[in-house]
């Protein structure tokens, strides 16, 4: 059976036990370590594959909020904590779930039932080799393919993601989602607007044409575009 690689970020010695018990009852969860702290569990996330951490808030030395902040690529997170409040700043993470101390076991459930496997597809590329991420979409979590990405546009404090399958919006700076992506393949051609650059089919001085869609250039980017895109 295929597993979800966990590890639980806990300093009280309870709840962390608590929780561990609960991941040795699913059985598509398969836990890494249990960390006292946040400084800890970077370590861990570097020297393993980890699918998701369950992550207090208010742990020692680094916050559980601020350690996500830390995270470059970060995988699924659930947040456990005895205070209400944090719930809201919580999803503004793209966290998977948020749950509230003293934690039932159906809730527990609920929570990690969230998680989806890769889909299997006939596709050149392997489904265990390609990159993706999972976008926070109305408190759901959705996988996107980085190599089905056709553009991504900044609509204020929002972005919106367009790929071959599907069109999301998600509550992400845009310089944000640029970190994330393979820098091999895309190309921020507006301060609004980043590209992938295998699905350009036409351009020009002002603009690229991908999928139908003419996409501006922005006049800062214009000479460094055109450098990559001649080449």
Not at 166 to 176: F, M, N, R, V
Request: hydrophobic letters at 45%.
């Amino acid at each position: 059976m295929q597993k979800f690689n966990c590890i639980i970020v806990e300093d009280e010695p309870l709840a962390a036990e608590i929780l561990q018990d609960y991941v040795m009852q699913i059985p598509f969860l398969q836990l890494k370590a249990v960390c006292d702290n946040a400084i800890l569990a970077t370590e861990i996330l570097r020297s393993h594959s980890i699918d998701l951490i369950f992550l207090d808030i208010n742990l020692p030395k680094l916050k559980g909020l601020d350690f996500i902040k830390t995270l470059q690529n970060p995988p699924c997170i659930i947040l456990t904590t005895a205070y209400h409040e944090y719930a809201l700043q919580g999803y503004e993470h793209n966290v998977l779930d948020y749950l509230l101390k003293p934690i039932e076991f159906s809730r527990f459930l609920k929570a990690v039932n969230k998680l989806t496997f890769p889909t299997v597809v006939t596709s050149p590329i392997a489904t265990e080799d390609r990159k993706y991420h999972f976008f926070n979409v109305n408190k759901k979590m959705v996988k996107v393919f980085f190599d089905e990405i056709l553009y991504i546009e900044s609509q204020r404090e929002y972005v919106k993601i367009t790929s071959k399958t599907q069109t999301i919006l998600t509550k992400l700076p845009l310089s944000e989602i640029e970190a994330l992506l393979p820098n091999e393949n895309f190309l921020r051609v507006h301060r609004s607007f980043i590209v992938a650059k295998n699905k350009i089919e036409a351009y020009s001085a002002t603009d690229v044409d991908i999928a139908g869609k003419q996409i501006p250039i922005g006049r800062g980017y214009k000479e460094a575009i055109w450098d990559v895109l001649s080449n």
